[in-house]
């Protein structure tokens, strides 16, 4: 967002708070010793754009509008969506918003009797905020068992959903809906979608994830009732299966995501600044997005051991060779050491870039990324062919 951002014609100067070294070279980073509010003020910001959960959750936009400046984001209650997944179960329930049959449980006893209501693989869920972590598919019920040890004792118990996953996600002004393309994570930490869940390894954006149909339908059914009975304004991202029986939402999250929002900055043509602007003043009225031809891909660098315990401080090397390769590396878990550039979390770059269709994306997102090297590194090389399974004629799997 601050790479975006910092190339609009309506902006004069991004603010990152805290940053890290990537967002240094597109804004300027300002440490966070007090509150976000009194950042914002400190700066003279005329808007603030917020990018992770826990200031939301936190209650950082009700903050800001209470002293009268703009922010896109959620309110504290509206950012409940996220971050408690029994909440948002509840609310689908309540609005008739399609999802998995599920069960909610607070203590061991009724998690074993919620399992036995349900056929496996079943899925296990803890309550709270854990970065993409907090979610176990049990194939039995002793991995189901364990799944309840280690997440419980507040936890969602579901139905297992067969489908393509999809990542859709919309600017809100607490009426209007403005969707962005569609893009498709990969949660997995291996190739084939197998190994833990992670914060997600990579994604792409191609506007032939979903039909317009599929589009409408997700609009009706999903985005605009949540909206509507909400007055959500902010990011809304719903996490979605394509089932036989239509699309179902797995979760909300309350943001932007990582890594969808790297592909879709990276396709994104429009300024992105005004619409935001007209976004926090309840103004997003008849705005609309639009998209460079083709697609884009983003491969996440990480971390070995990551998603499980990792080291930081290695040396990252040849940033600069992979852009000159055609691709923009964005920075997640970097920091700047005494010997240049190194590694300081799990997922520690996003290597992306765009093409004439997610073939040639993927290609040089991939060549991009051949030129990157820290000890440990490792990364998924199956970014994307979910999607060219899909599209490309004669492959298996491929629609319409
Ligand atoms: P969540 O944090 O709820 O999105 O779950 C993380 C990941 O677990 C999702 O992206 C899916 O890959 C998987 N998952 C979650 N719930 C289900 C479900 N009911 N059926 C199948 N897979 C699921």
């Known amino acids: 967002?601050?790479?975006?951002?910092?190339?609009?014609?309506?902006?004069?100067?991004?603010?990152a708070a805290p940053g890290n070294p990537g967002m240094a070279r597109c804004g300027e980073c300002v440490a966070v010793a007090g509150s976000f509010l009194e950042v914002a003020e400190s700066v003279h910001a005329d808007l603030t754009v917020v990018g992770p959960e826990l200031p939301l959750v936190a209650g950082v936009v009700d903050e800001f509008r209470a002293a009268g400046k703009l922010i896109v984001g959620p309110t504290k209650e509206n950012a409940q969506l996220e971050g408690s997944k029994i909440f948002a179960k509840d609310f689908f329930r309540r609005y008739k918003i399609p999802t998995a049959d599920f069960a909610s449980v607070d203590n061991y006893e009724d998690a074993q009797k919620a399992l036995g209501r349900f056929r496996y693989p079943v899925v296990v869920k803890s309550d709270g905020l854990a970065a993409g972590k907090g979610v176990i598919i049990a194939a039995n019920s002793a991995e189901a068992n364990r799944g309840v040890e280690a997440l419980g004792p507040r936890l969602v118990i579901e139905e297992f959903l067969e489908?393509?996953?999809?990542?859709?996600?919309a600017l809100c002004d607490g009426r209007d809906v403005l969707p962005f393309a569609p893009t498709q994570d990969h949660k997995r930490v291996n190739d084939g979608d197998t190994g833990p869940n992670t914060g997600g390894m990579g994604a792409y954006c191609d506007s032939r994830i979903l039909t317009e149909a599929e589009t409408e339908r997700i609009l009706d059914t999903i985005m605009r009732p949540t909206?509507?009975?909400?007055?959500?304004?902010?990011?809304?991202?719903?996490?979605?299966?394509?089932?036989?029986?239509?699309?179902?939402?797995?979760?909300?999250?309350?943001?932007?995501?990582?890594?969808?929002?790297?592909?879709?900055?990276?396709?994104?043509?429009?300024?992105?600044?005004?619409?935001?602007?007209?976004?926090?003043?309840?103004?997003?009225?008849?705005?609309?997005?639009?998209?460079?031809?083709?697609?884009?891909?983003?491969v996440v660098l990480a971390s070995g051991g990551y998603p499980g315990g990792y080291t930081t401080g290695a040396t990252i090397r040849g940033v600069e060779q992979a852009e000159a390769a055609g691709a923009t590396v964005f920075h997640a878990g970097t920091r700047k050491g005494t010997g240049g550039l190194e590694t300081g979390g799990g997922r520690v770059l996003g290597v992306t870039a765009s093409g004439e269709d997610l073939r040639s994306a993927i290609d040089r997102a991939y060549e991009a990324v051949s030129k990157i090297e820290f000890a440990g590194m490792h990364y998924r090389r199956d970014i994307g062919q979910k999607g060219l399974k899909r599209y490309e004629v004669g492959a298996p799997g491929a629609r319409g």
């Open 1 to 15: 967002m601050v790479w975006k951002l910092s190339q609009s014609q309506t902006v004069e100067r991004v603010y």
């Open 163 to 169: 489908g393509e996953e999809v990542s859709f996600i």
């Open 227 to 298: 909206v509507e009975a909400t007055g959500f304004t902010g990011f809304l991202y719903a996490g979605l299966m394509m089932t036989a029986d239509g699309p179902k939402a797995l979760e909300f999250n309350v943001r932007l995501g990582d890594p969808e929002t790297q592909p879709l900055m990276h396709r994104m043509t429009t300024d992105l600044a005004p619409v935001l602007m007209a976004a926090a003043r309840g103004e997003l009225g008849r705005h609309r997005f639009d998209w460079r031809r083709g697609a884009s891909v983003c």
